[in-house]
């Protein structure tokens, strides 16, 4: 009894680890997010979403090289050619979650939301999600960030990251980060680049086929 009790115990500690893991199936190439456990809300949230095929046919209707890709309007499904996308979303917002330990290294994957004079609080959009895809910065450019922008101080790891691997800093503890990419980078980069209209849309749909939990 013993033993068939702590198989139980270990295929459902095994069923869990690998359970916060999705794979983004788009029109150019599949990415693969880990999403966060310390950050319960948005994560719940999100699997839920995606347990009912929610994002299914959404396009990554916000695009802008060295910054971020953005998805999750639900006006995009069928969005015409040129139409602005953006304002789509639930009917609901999710607390800040914002934890210091996460931070906008490439490929971290955080909520969209409105800004603070209308949203001081910082909640979450409950549907819509940007990959960072950012630059790599040099320490002057990230003491000037801590003394004139973010007015904040990267730790050392930090650092060390937006030096080598990059991201967008400036965004750092101001937007949930509830997870990251494990898996394509690459095709991170292939959509960042595309050209866009006025609006940061891409002229050609670049399509998330449908977004699938990891057992």
Request: glycine share 6%; hydrophobic share 35%.
């Amino acid at each position: 009894m013993i033993k068939i009790i702590t198989s139980i115990l270990f295929f459902l500690f095994f069923l869990e680890s690998f359970s916060q893991n999705v794979l983004i199936s788009t029109t150019k190439g599949n990415i693969t997010i880990k999403l966060y456990d310390d950050v319960p809300m948005h994560q719940e949230n999100f699997l839920e979403l995606v347990s009912k095929h929610f994002y299914d046919s959404l396009l990554f209707h916000r695009v802008i090289n060295d910054f971020m890709i953005q998805a999750g309007d639900p006006d995009s499904k069928y969005a015409s050619p040129g139409q602005l996308l953006g304002g789509g979303d639930v009917k609901y917002t999710i607390p800040a979650e914002i934890r210091k330990e996460y931070y906008h290294k490439k490929g971290a994957v955080a909520a969209a939301r409105l800004s603070d004079n209308i949203n001081p609080e910082k909640a979450s959009s409950g549907c819509q999600f940007y990959i960072v895809k950012g630059k790599t910065y040099t320490d002057q450019e990230l003491d000037y960030l801590e003394k004139n922008g973010i007015h904040i101080i990267f730790t050392e790891e930090q650092r060390n990251v937006y030096k080598s691997l990059g991201g967008s800093p400036h965004l750092d503890y101001s937007y949930t980060v509830f997870g990251e990419v494990i898996e394509g980078l690459p095709i991170l980069d292939k959509i960042s680049i595309v050209e866009t209209d006025r609006n940061n849309r891409p002229l050609t749909d670049i399509r998330i086929k449908s977004i699938s939990i990891l057992y």
